[in-house]
């Protein structure tokens, strides 16, 4: 059974960095597509950015592209999403989730499991 847990998140100024950890307890993290997202006030939840099962194939929302990097360490069950020059408009909750899909899917109705979700606050 898959236990995602996110980590990493916080207050951070304009054009910092963060790298948030999603650990899957559960210890089957190679067996799926591993996928974050994330929703701001208000706002619909949105792609941010997917992996497949051996790091293959990534996909970024357009958000996301150019500077967030979605990773993945099998060996210690955990998914990574570095973060670089955060704006503003990046303030949110982020889920990690984990999918089944054959290919790498950007549709939330496409991922099984879902971690609580981690607040990341990008202050002016």
């Known amino acids: 059974q898959v236990q995602l847990a996110e980590s990493g998140g916080g207050l951070v100024q304009v054009g910092a960095s963060l790298k948030l950890s999603c650990v899957d307890s559960?210890?089957?993290?190679?067996?799926?597509?591993m996928g974050w997202f994330r929703q701001a006030p208000g706002k619909e939840r949105e792609f941010v950015a997917a992996?497949?099962?051996?790091?293959?194939?990534?996909m970024y929302g357009d958000s996301a592209k150019g500077r967030f990097t979605i990773s993945r360490d099998n060996a210690k069950n955990t998914q990574y999403l570095t973060m670089n020059n955060l704006k503003p408009e990046d303030t949110a909750v982020y889920y990690c989730?984990?999918?089944?899909?054959?290919?790498?899917?950007?549709?939330?109705?496409?991922?099984?499991?879902w971690g609580q979700g981690i607040q990341v606050t990008v202050s002016s």
């Open positions: 989730a984990a999918s089944v899909s054959v290919n790498v899917p950007n549709s939330q109705g496409d991922y099984r499991y």
């Open positions: 992996i497949s099962r051996r790091a293959g194939v990534t």
């Open positions: 559960g210890r089957s993290l190679s067996s799926y597509i």
